[in-house]
């Protein structure tokens, strides 16, 4: 597996729907406003395998204290390869110094995000106006 990782690719739409849709994400049902919302993004981290768009994650971000990471995705053909841990990790280097990094975990997702150094947050409670349903 030659995996080429990347925060400065360029993407395409038809590409990105596709690996959104594998994973069931309802944002690529408004394609336009995911690969705006991706484009604008502070980073954009991609995964490629011979060229093929595998993996792909974002970071929302102030710029010196906060960042987010909204979005982490692999293809499901290519997960548990250590694709998702080295687009994290590539994010995280570069937001080192960040008073904050914050995400959202899927419930089957928590296990790896605490091997990544994450951890819930206080007593606190994610809460969300969210129009998708894949994440109940």
């Known amino acids: ?3 080429k990782l990347s925060l400065e690719d360029q ?3 038809a ?3 596709s690996l959104y849709k594998a994973n069931a994400w309802s944002s690529a049902e408004q394609p336009d406003k995911l690969i705006s919302g991706l484009k604008n993004s502070d980073s954009l981290v991609t995964a490629r395998i011979s060229g093929k768009l595998v993996g792909i994650g974002n970071a929302i971000s102030d710029g010196s204290l906060v960042v987010y990471y909204p979005h982490m995705l692999v293809h499901p053909d290519h997960k548990g390869k250590g694709i ?3 687009m994290m990790e590539l ?3 570069k937001y080192f110094s960040f008073h904050q990094q914050m995400l959202t975990a899927d419930a089957q997702a928590i296990g790896f995000y605490k091997t990544l150094g ?3 947050a206080g007593k606190t409670e994610p809460m969300w106006i969210y129009s998708g349903n894949e994440h109940l």
């Open 1 to 3: 597996m030659s995996l």
């Open 11 to 13: 993407i395409e739409t």
């Open 15 to 17: 590409e990105v729907i």
């Open 84 to 86: 998702g841990r080295s």
């Open 91 to 93: 994010l995280q280097k």
């Open 118 to 120: 994450f951890e819930r």
